[in-house]
């Protein structure tokens, strides 16, 4: 299995406090990737990383910050939660996309009350 | 930018072979088409990648016809345990020359195998 790892797997938040989701590698993947899933959505991308302080907006990026201050590490960052951020939250890696194959973390399942 | 259309579920049951068509009309001439499997409560994992014609590995079939605008991916024989849901890629990570390395999986096709 490749070497990505997120933390938590499992947070319970209250509204409009922040959370900071983490995704880690071991793999030295340029690319990064934070997606929700949400029953009847799929999987929507929230941001992306292309390299160190490189990131950008995906399809669901309001209300979510991200940072990449080194290679193996990409934060996802939820300043004020919403009840309508409660989501499946899955970390992506990728050599050289989309032609090489992507990996999945475990996920997170954050839910704000 | 290449898109994928699949159709949103389907089901099968058990011991049938399983197909799952996926549209990309606007698919470049350097694009590989994916395929991913999810099953519940994990992360999607990798499970097919062609280019055109055939390609089979021990999981799946993937057949692209000559015009690349569709690819089928085909499970044989298929158990319980490929219930998941599957998800189509093609491209759409390029802007002009560059890549922007931007992954959109879409919903993907729910499969359910029935006893």
């Known amino acids: 299995d490749a070497g990505i790892t997120q933390s938590p797997r499992h947070k319970v938040t209250e509204t409009g406090t922040p959370v900071t989701l983490r995704c880690h590698q071991t793999?030295?993947?340029?690319?990064m990737y934070w997606y929700r899933q949400d029953p009847g959505h799929g999987l929507r991308l929230i941001h992306y990383s292309y390299g160190v302080k490189d990131t950008d907006k995906g399809e669901v990026s309001d209300g979510y910050s991200v940072s990449r201050s080194k290679t193996e590490d990409f934060l996802l960052t939820l300043e004020s939660a919403t009840s309508s951020q409660t989501s499946v939250y899955f970390c992506a890696i990728s050599d050289i996309p989309p032609n090489t194959e992507a990996f999945f973390g475990q996920g997170t399942r954050l839910t704000v009350v | 930018l290449a898109k994928t259309t699949q159709p949103i579920s389907m089901d099968s049951y058990e011991g049938q072979e399983v197909n799952i068509t996926c549209s990309h009309n606007n698919i470049a001439t350097n694009d590989y088409i994916t395929w991913y499997q999810q099953f519940p409560s994990q992360g999607p994992r990798f499970i097919i990648q062609?280019?055109?014609t055939k390609v089979t590995n021990e999981v799946a079939s993937l057949f692209i016809p000559a015009d690349r605008k569709s690819s089928t991916l085909s499970l044989p024989r298929v158990s319980l345990s490929d219930t998941a849901v599957y998800y189509c890629?093609?491209?759409?990570?390029?802007?002009?020359?560059?890549?922007?390395?931007?992954?959109?999986f879409g919903q993907g096709t729910t499969l359910q195998v029935k006893p």
């Open positions: 890629l093609v491209g759409d990570t390029f802007v002009g020359s560059s890549n922007t390395g931007k992954l959109i």
């Open positions: 062609g280019y055109k």
């Open positions: 793999e030295n993947h340029r690319y």
